[in-house]
């Protein structure tokens, strides 16, 4: 089992940045996929952006190309999601989420562990 500790939510005005972080622990980090998603309040969860197992491909959901990179830091163990141009409709709950397991980068059921979230604010 992995753990995943998610840090950098915030308030940020529209247009700003705000990186995010997820520590994790337990596996090998090279033994999982990782994946960003988000919720806001009364939506569905939803997939932002992942790395793939091997961490030579990344998928963007298409509302967040362009703006969100996600990037890891194998020696630190940690992912991290840094999200710029940031429009008030990007306010959720951020989740990082591990996946050892087959299934889909971008179906939040595919994932295995899960972080406790962390929120991100966008002020209009």
């Known amino acids: 089992q992995v753990q995943l500790v998610e840090s950098g939510g915030g308030l940020v005005q529209a247009g700003g940045s705000l990186r995010l972080s997820c520590a994790t622990s337990?596996?090998?980090?090279?033994?999982?996929?990782m994946g960003w998603f988000r919720q806001a309040p009364g939506k569905e969860r939803e997939f932002v952006a992942a790395?793939?197992?091997?961490?030579?491909?990344?998928y963007y959901a298409g509302a967040v190309k362009g703006r969100f990179t996600i990037s890891r830091d194998i020696g630190l163990n940690t992912v991290y999601l840094q999200m710029k141009s940031l429009k008030p409709e990007d306010a959720a709950v951020y989740y990082c989420a591990a996946r050892y397991s087959s299934g889909s980068y971008y179906v939040a059921t595919s994932y295995d562990s899960w972080g406790q979230g962390t929120q991100v604010t966008v002020s209009s």
């Open positions: 337990g596996r090998t980090f090279s033994s999982y996929a």
């Open positions: 790395y793939s197992l091997s961490g030579s491909s990344t």
